[in-house]
């Protein structure tokens, strides 16, 4: 079963900013997460960026966070892995 995704304003304005060659790849990506979330072990992140988790598309990152209940992907943050984590 698929979880819902929703985008922060952050994120929105993050992704953007891609090519969308990049964008494609990531929302590609973000549905494969939400095709087979209830399948992965999700990469937890640590300091400020504690109780988000990341996925990784080659060099660029995407920052979310999911409720298990409402089966909601809330996806916060969409970057290069170089500005994603400042």
């Given amino acids: 079963m698929s979880y819902e ?6 994120a929105t304005i ?5 090519t969308s060659t990049i964008q ?3 929302l590609r990506k973000i549905r494969w997460l939400s095709e087979n979330f209830e ?4 990469q ?3 300091a400020d960026l504690s109780g ?4 990784r598309i080659g060099d660029y ?3 979310y ?12 943050q969409v970057g290069h892995r170089r500005d994603i984590y400042n």
Avoid at 14 to 18: A, I, N, P, R, V
Avoid at 39 to 42: A, F, I, V, Y
């Fill in 5 to 10: 995704i929703e985008f922060k304003s952050e």
């Fill in 14 to 18: 993050g992704f953007e900013t891609l």
């Fill in 24 to 26: 494609e790849r990531i």
């Fill in 39 to 42: 399948d992965l072990t999700p």
């Fill in 44 to 46: 937890p992140l640590s």
């Fill in 52 to 55: 988000l988790f990341k996925l």
């Fill in 61 to 63: 990152r995407v920052i």
């Fill in 65 to 76: 966070s999911f409720d298990t209940e409402a089966q909601l992907i809330t996806i916060h």
